[in-house]
């Protein structure tokens, strides 16, 4: 067991190591249609090529809706084929952070190391301006970076909606 000074609080956090082989797991397929404008178009042209006339001379309506259903399934199948998707789940974005962040994290630390080893008011004070400066610095480019995805994405309602739930999501409550 190791003792930590990761900068992220002013407590130290605890590592412990168990090595321990684990099988990779396998990334989970997904079969799904994909339904674009240009597929939904095919289908629809395949469904106005259709001769319904089985469907109304058919003799009960279980045999109507049967053929109904076959013609329908078919035409899905061929415009729109189910597909086999390798499941990544919501990919997480990372931040680069700059020199200037890590310059801070390492004061920050410095001076939380200052405050652990003598105890004085002086040096606490130096560790709180230090912590306030360094998560200010990355509030600032967590805000920037937000900015840019949204600025440059293709859609930008789907991109926002994404950020939203992946801060939603983390369980980290930021302000």
């Known amino acids: 067991v190791n003792s930590l000074n990761t900068g992220i609080s002013d407590h130290k956090a605890q590592l412990c190591v168990a090595t321990i082989a684990l099988e990779k797991p396998k990334p989970t397929m997904v079969y799904k249609r994909l339904f674009t404008d240009r597929k939904l178009e095919d289908l629809k ?8 006339y089985e469907i109304y001379s058919a003799s009960s309506i279980n045999t109507s809706y049967n053929t109904f259903l076959n013609i329908l399934t078919t035409n899905m199948n061929t415009a729109c084929p189910v597909t086999k998707r390798k499941n990544n789940g919501m990919k997480k974005h990372k931040y680069k952070w700059d020199n200037e962040v890590n310059a801070l994290k390492r004061s920050f630390i410095a001076e939380q190391e200052n405050y652990l080893t003598s105890g004085q008011e002086m040096h606490k004070q130096r560790m709180v301006e230090k912590k306030r400066d360094y998560d200010l610095k990355i509030k600032q ?35």
């Not at 950020?163 to 983390?170: G, K, L, W, Y």
Request: glycine share 2%; hydrophobic share 30%.
């Open 45 to 52: 042209l395949l469904l106005k090529e259709q001769r319904w």
């Open 141 to 175: 480019l967590r805000k920037e970076a937000t900015a840019y995805r949204i600025e440059n994405a293709d859609n930008k309602s789907k991109e926002l909606w994404r950020i939203v739930n992946s801060e939603r999501c983390t369980g980290n409550h930021r302000t």
